[in-house]
């Protein structure tokens, strides 16, 4: 594939004993490009989520995310690549309890040599942009679902990622905070120039991104 895609897998694999989830599948991402993999629940999309962001290692072949081959990286390798270049959100917005909306946005910072000051500053500024500048301090107990989600995502660019990869992020909400949702992940791919790989059961909102990538049965359907 070629140089110029941020992401590419080629003929991945996963199987779990003999079950083989995830079937020789081929994938590019451009840089700044908005892909949707979908396909019914157990059709190996979020599998090969994982396997594309470097979660999991494939049973077979290559994975390659900004020139790195993630299928000879090293754990820690792994890690700083997650940390410095790769942004996650999730359905169930896996946000800490304890913290506050501001501190679990700049969590992912806590590892590098960083002032509490600029930490808290750089995510600030992201929630500001995301209209939760009224929440910086409240739990997450005390914020709604779309509220967790807008967290959820400063806290995936806070790092300034290359990639945002995003499992179901709508999953748990109604449709118009859905659509609020995605409104603002393709404001941060089009402002921000970041790539997102989403994974979604839901095609309307797929229409919107640029590409859709469908799966069936563990294969990507041409």
Known sequence: MSESFLLTGEQVSKSYGPLEVVKSVSLAVAPAEFVCLVGKSGSGKTTLLALLSGMEQPTSGRIMLDNTDLTISTENDLALIRREKVGFIFQSFHLIPTLSAWENVALPLFPLKMAKQERRSRAVALLTQLDMQHRLDHLPAA????????????????????????????????????????????????????????VTHDHELAGRAERIVRMQDGEVMT
């Open 143 to 198: 914020l709604s679902g779309g509220e967790k989600q807008r967290v959820a995502i400063a806290r995936a660019l806070v790092n300034q990622p290359r990639i945002i990869f995003a499992d179901e992020p709508t999953g748990n909400l109604d449709s118009a905070t859905g659509a609020d949702i995605m409104d603002i992940l393709i404001g941060l791919q089009r402002e921000a120039g970041v790539a997102i790989l989403m």
